[in-house]
């Protein structure tokens, strides 16, 4: 693989599935929110699947490279990355089975996408556009605040886009679930698997992980809470527990 050309703005990282990774280093980086939700999504080998608000294009590689889908659309706004998912789309190898579409998730169909797909995934911003710390970095601003869309408005682009019994996969805050469930019922999404991860025993957890369905009747199955860590004797060092580990070797929940 020949290496890529970097701006003084970007670096390059190998991550899980052994993907290359350009990154803005004013951008948000690959972390364990999109490494978990890749693993959470359900297999669906002859589906064709979105991310909504794709950034580096991360999570569309990791399912591409899975095989969890047969087709993945990255859904960017900024062009800055849009152009940077596509070329990491590029360098891995991708481009058979990963598109990009720059568009605002506000104004998303199902026809930007030939028809209706059966799953969406989305680790939309967290915080509200008023709220928090301001980034001095626009880039990082809109992937943390909901500058270019609320829970509510990712929600309704996948009730939009998906077809009946579609699934809808998200992470996002705890302390903002009540937001996230609002907008599902809003949209006739029924939240069918739910688990909350946090670092470990002695902390609250830090991400709630959802896979809701279109149209579908209620009935939650909460899973057991995911504790990424065992803390050592001396409460300092710190080690992946047997079921994250298996996660991370495995790449599913």
């Keep these: 693989m020949q290496a890529p050309l970097l701006s003084p703005e970007e670096r390059l990282t190998e991550v899980n599935e052994h993907i290359q990774l350009i990154q803005r280093k004013n951008g948000l980086t690959f972390g364990s929110d999109a490494f978990l939700l890749s693993a959470f999504c ?13 950034g580096t294009g991360i999570l569309a590689l990791l399912l591409a490279a899975r095989h969890t889908f047969t087709h993945i659309t990255a859904v960017e706004a900024q062009s800055v990355f849009a152009d940077l998912a596509l070329r990491n789309v590029t360098l891995n190898g991708f481009s058979d089975t990963v598109s990009v579409l720059r568009k605002d998730v506000r104004h998303l169909s199902s026809a930007d996408f030939g028809g209706e797909l059966d799953a969406i995934i989305a680790n939309p911003p967290y915080m509200r556009a008023d709220c928090g710390f301001a980034s001095p970095y626009d880039e990082k601003q809109i992937a943390r605040h909901e500058v270019l869309g609320s829970i ?72 057991p809470t995911l504790l990424l860590h065992d803390k050592s004797p001396n409460g300092i060092e710190k080690a992946l527990s047997k079921r994250a580990q298996e996660i991370y070797d495995n790449g599913v929940f």
């Design 152 to 223: 509510a408005d990712f929600t309704a682009a996948a009730a939009r886009c998906l077809k009946f019994g579609g699934r809808f996969y998200t992470v996002y805050r705890p302390d903002r679930l009540e937001s996230l469930l609002a907008a599902l019922r809003a949209c006739k999404f029924a939240p069918k698997r739910m688990v909350f991860v946090q670092d470990h025993a002695d902390k609250s957890p830090s991400m709630v992980l959802t896979e809701a369905v279109l149209g579908a009747a209620e009935g939650l199955t909460l899973l």
């Design 42 to 54: 359900r297999p669906a080998k002859q589906g064709k699947a979105a991310d909504f608000g794709c």
